[in-house]
């Protein structure tokens, strides 16, 4: 797995769902706790996307990602 160390510090949970979406994943909003967002890639498997997206929490959710989907950072990168 490529995790580049060009991840920014925070970034934006809109337009990182906004580019899972477009990248084919289903966003829902239940099914999480409070203000998180379920991710869900071809009806199988669910990652739980937090409200917080901070460095060491987007590297955790970014390999959830790949492990399910195949999908890398750089390709998520080109869709914000």
Not at 28 to 34: D, R
Not at 58 to 78: D, F, H, M, N, P
Request: proline residues 1%; hydrophobic residues 35%.
């Amino acid at each position: 797995m490529s995790l580049h160390e060009d991840l920014p510090g925070t970034i934006s949970r809109n337009k990182f769902i906004n580019a899972l979406q477009r990248l084919g994943f289903k966003i829902s909003t239940k099914g999480g706790k409070g203000s998180h967002f379920k991710a869900t890639w071809r009806n199988e498997k669910s990652i739980t996307i937090q409200s917080d997206l901070r460095k060491d929490v987007l590297r955790y959710v970014l390999k959830q990602i790949e492990a399910c989907s195949g999908i890398t950072w750089e390709q998520i990168r080109k869709k914000m």
